[in-house]
C-alpha cells in the first residue's frame, strides 16, 4: 500500500533583521501561503460576526483550520459589568485603553493560533473602523509574517439594521438585565459613538495597496481589492454567494433501496417496496409544506431518481450528489469486505474521514466534490435535497459546522426529512420522521477506536497522515466514475 505520514503546516515567523517591507506586505515573500489573518471592518450591526462564524465554518469544513477572535468577548471578559455606550466614546480615556488592550490580548491569542496551534486564517472580529486601528493590524502582520485580508461590511438600510440589532444585539450579554427598548436606545448610541470617527476602506489612495473585499448593503454589491492567493480567492468566493434571507433547506435520503435491505455497499438498484411507500408519503409532505419556489435537487442515482420522480414536481439532477465511490468493495457487505479486505476494513474504522476505498473516494474527497453544491445552496431559497447518505453527512455538516472526526458518524436515517432554518450565528435542525418502516443502516464507530482516534489514515490523501509499519506495500490508486447507491 501506499502510504503518507501526516503533513503538519508549522509556520515559524523570521527573526532577522530584514529592511521593513511597503505597507499590508508580509516579511514572509518567500511562501506562497502563509497564515491568514481576516480583518473585519465596519461599524456596529453590520453582520460582522455572521459573516465571520459562518466563513469560519466554511474554511474548516473545506479542511483550513479556522477560529474566530472576537475582541467583544474579550471586552467583556475584562469589563464584567457593561454600563451604557458612554464606555465606547472616544474622550472616555480609561474605556479606550481597556478596549486597546482587549484588541492586543486578542491579537496576541492569534499569534498563538497561527504560530503553535497548527492554525491556518484567523478572523479578527472587531469594528477595526480607523485607519490607526488597522495599521496597527497590519504592522503584526507583517512582523509575523501573516498575510492581512479585511472583510468591510457597509450598510446604511436602516430596516437591515433593526433587524440585526433586535435579532442579535439586545440578547447579548451587555443587555441581559435590561428591556429591548433601553437596549436598542442604547445601541443605537453606541453605533454614533464609532460613526463620529469611521474611516472606510479607500480603495483609491490610502488603501489601494491592501487586500480586501467591501460588502455593500448585505451583499447587494462588493467592492473587491488586490486578491493575492488561494485563500482570499475562496474567502471572496464564498462571501459572494452568501444571502441573510430566510429560507428552510430539507435533506433527505433516498427511499431505502433494495441494496439497503441487502446491507450491500454502492450499487444501484432500486427502490424496495418500503422505499415506493416513502416516496408517497414525502409527496405528501412536501405539499403540505405550502413552498410553491421550493427546488428538488438529487443526483444521478436510480433510488434518487425513483424518489423524485414519484413528488410529481420538477427537479434538478447532480452527478456531484452521487454518493461516495466504494471502489473495489462496491455491491459487498460489510461482512464481505470484512473477509475480504480485512486491513481495508480495518483502516476505515480508524479513521473514516481520510479513508478512501482502493480505486473510490474518501469522505474528504466527497467533501471536495459537493462544495459546488453548497454554494448553490446558499445562493438559493427553499431547497429540498434527495441524496444519499455520506453525501447528506457532509451537507449536515457544513450546516451544523460538525468536525472531520464527527463527520462520517452523523445519523441520518431513511425515511427522515431534516429540515434546517439558518438563524443568526448558526442553523436550527429539526428532525422529522416519516413513519415508514426502513432498515438502519447506520454504523457506529467501533469503540476501541474512540479510545485510539487519529493514530492512522488513508494513503493518496492530501491531507496529513501518521505512518504505521503495516502499511509496507505499495499500490497506485485510481478515481473511477461510477454510480452507486448506498456505500457510508
Known sequence: MLTQNRIQKIWIPSKDDKPAVSRGTSRAPHLANPPTVIVMVGLPARGKTYMSK???????????????????????????????????????????????????????????????????????????????????????????????????????????IA??????????????????????????????????????????????????????????????????????????????????QPRVIYLCRHGESMHNLQGRLGGDSGLSPRGRKFSGVLSTFVKEQNLTDLKVWTNQMCCSIQTAESLGVPYEQWKALNEIDAGVCEEMTYDEVKEKYPEEFALRDQDKYYYRYPTGES????????????????????????????????LLAYFLDKSAEEMPYLKCPLHTVLKLTPIAYGCKVESISL??????????????????????????????????????????????????????
Request: hydrophobic letters at 35%.
Open 435 to 488: 413513519n415508514v418502516e426502513a432498515v438502519n443502516t447506520h454504523r457506529e464507530r467501533p469503540e476501541e477506536m474512540k479510545k485510539n482516534s487519529g493514530t492512522l489514515i488513508r494513503r493518496n490523501s492530501t491531507s496529513a497522515h501518521l505512518h504505521h509499519p503495516s502499511l509496507s506495500e505499495t499500490r497506485l490508486s485510481f478515481s473511477v466514475s461510477k454510480v452507486k447507491c448506498e456505500s457510508s
Open 54 to 160: 459562518k466563513l469560519t465554518r466554511y474554511l474548516n469544513w473545506i479542511g483550513m483550520p479556522t477560529k474566530v477572535f472576537n475582541v467583544g468577548e474579550y471586552r467583556r471578559e475584562a469589563v464584567k459589568n457593561y454600563s451604557s455606550y458612554d464606555f465606547f466614546k472616544a474622550d472616555n480615556e480609561s474605556a479606550v485603553k481597556i478596549r486597546q488592550q482587549c484588541a492586543l490580548a486578542a491579537l496576541r491569542d492569534v499569534e498563538s493560533y497561527l504560530t503553535e496551534e497548527g492554525g491556518q486564517v484567523a478572523v479578527f472580529d472587531a469594528t477595526n473602523t480607523t485607519r490607526e486601528r488597522r495599521d496597527m493590524i497590519l504592522d503584526f502582520g507583517s512582523e509575523n509574517g501573516f498575510k492581512i485580508f479585511f472583510i468591510e461590511s457597509v450598510c446604511d438600510d436602516p430596516s437591515v
Open 163 to 244: 433587524t440585526n440589532i433586535m435579532e442579535v444585539k439586545v440578547s447579548c450579554p451587555d443587555y441581559q438585565d435590561c428591556n429591548k427598548t433601553d437596549a436598542m436606545e442604547d445601541f443605537h448610541k453606541r453605533i454614533e459613538c464609532y460613526r463620529v470617527h469611521y474611516e472606510p476602506l479607500d480603495p483609491d489612495q490610502y488603501d489601494r495597496s491592501l487586500s480586501f473585499i467591501k460588502v455593500i448593503d448585505v451583499g447587494r454589491r462588493f467592492l473587491v481589492n488586490r486578491i493575492q492567493d488561494h485563500v482570499q480567492s475562496k474567502i471572496v468566493y464564498y462571501l459572494m454567494n452568501i444571502h441573510v
Open 363 to 394: 469522505y474528504q474527497d466527497l467533501v471536495q466534490r459537493v462544495e459546488p453544491v453548497i454554494m448553490e445552496l446558499e445562493r438559493q431559497e427553499n431547497v429540498l435535497v434527495i441524496c444519499h447518505q455520506a453525501v447528506m453527512r457532509c
